[in-house]
């Protein structure tokens, strides 16, 4: 992340928990820095106000996060749509498939049981796994938000008290009353579940984020180099290499080959997208050819972008489709 992008967030931070957030971030542990006595206040402030109310609280957020004023009357760039579907986009499938668990089965139906990633288990609480009967590589994650992972290479080495923690944390959190007020999580009841463990040859793993408009795939982010600083390209349906990316990563230069089996993810990305205004579908591909599922991410980064050129901003935006008459309902 950029040193703009950092300050940026710290001064959105700042002015949405107040200047105890300094203090109590200081404080805290990393791994508890959701539980803080300030984020829990303005927690509770969200959970209680109307649209017209959380409408105007998106607007401060979003011109602190980003320096820029949002027009949700008139939407026009990606970002100033990502924040009206927050507000506009909820339903009820919407809330099944943001959810890391249920939306496997509705993946499943869609697609197949092929390119889900197979569960070790789902429980209600980090005290009721048993580590006993889990395998020695696995990936342990919560279903309702973002971040929400420990990746265990080595289950002999899992420091179980520091998991804890973690785990209890964000299971305590509502993700959608952050400071990016993601609204979309906020009724998804919290699980923690441990899926199978998977990764690419020199220990990577390569994420293919494909965004989706109404069902048609247009662009895809690929994503390596998790461990050592995470790099991006973007790229169209004929793998033609795109200039755009987040300011806070680095631009992938080197080629990266076509997958020959693109055609087959861009399908599955089409069948799961389908009837959705704008929903960009995570993949994962493996070396030997196997494609996963990921996720269903509605509003990537919280739709505060800081996108590089900022002319994609309106670039990505234009495509999106939105019910604008449901804003007055």
């Known amino acids: 992340m950029t040193i703009s992008s950092k300050l940026k967030r710290l001064a959105a931070s700042v002015d949405t928990y107040g200047f105890a957030y300094i203090i109590e971030r200081a404080r805290a542990p990393h791994n508890q820095i959701g539980s803080l006595p300030c984020m829990r206040k303005r927690q509770e402030l969200y959970a209680g106000m109307s649209v017209a109310e959380r409408a105007a609280e998106l607007k401060r957020l979003f011109m602190c996060g980003t320096g820029r004023r949002l027009d949700l009357s008139n939407p026009k760039t990606f970002d ?20 890391k668990v249920v939306a496997r089965e509705w993946v499943a139906e869609k697609v197949g049981e092929k390119y889900v990633v197979p569960m070790h288990g789902v429980w209600d609480s980090f005290d009721e796994i048993d580590f006993d009967t889990l395998p020695d590589r696995f990936a342990l994650k919560c279903n309702h938000g973002a971040g929400y992972n420990i990746i265990v290479h080595d289950k002999s080495n899992l420091d179980l008290a520091d998991a804890k923690v973690k785990v209890d944390g964000w299971m305590s959190e509502n993700y959608a009353y952050g400071q990016m007020m993601e609204l979309q999580y906020e009724h998804i009841a919290p699980k923690v579940f441990a899926e199978e463990y998977m990764e690419n040859a020199g220990g990577d793993i390569y994420d293919y984020k494909i965004y989706c408009y109404d069902g048609e795939p247009l662009y895809t982010q690929f994503l390596c180099d998790r461990a050592t600083g995470l790099r991006m390209a ?18 992938i230069t080197e080629n990266i080959e076509r997958p020959d089996n693109f055609d ?41 972008i800081d996108w590089v050129p900022a002319s994609t901003d309106l670039l990505l935006g234009e495509g999106i489709e939105l019910p604008l008459g449901k804003a007055g309902r």
Do not use: C
């Open 80 to 99: 100033e749509k990502m924040q009206w579907l927050k507000l506009y986009g909820e339903s009820d499938l919407r809330a099944r498939l943001i959810d």
């Open 234 to 251: 973007y790229f169209d349906n004929e793998w033609n290499k795109q200039t755009f990316r987040y300011s806070q990563h680095a631009l």
């Open 264 to 304: 087959e993810m861009l399908d599955v990305a089409r069948a799961l997208s389908e009837g959705w205004p704008f929903v960009r579908v995570d993949l994962y591909r493996l070396d030997d050819g196997t494609v996963k599922f990921g996720e269903m991410t509605f509003i990537p980064a919280g739709g505060m």
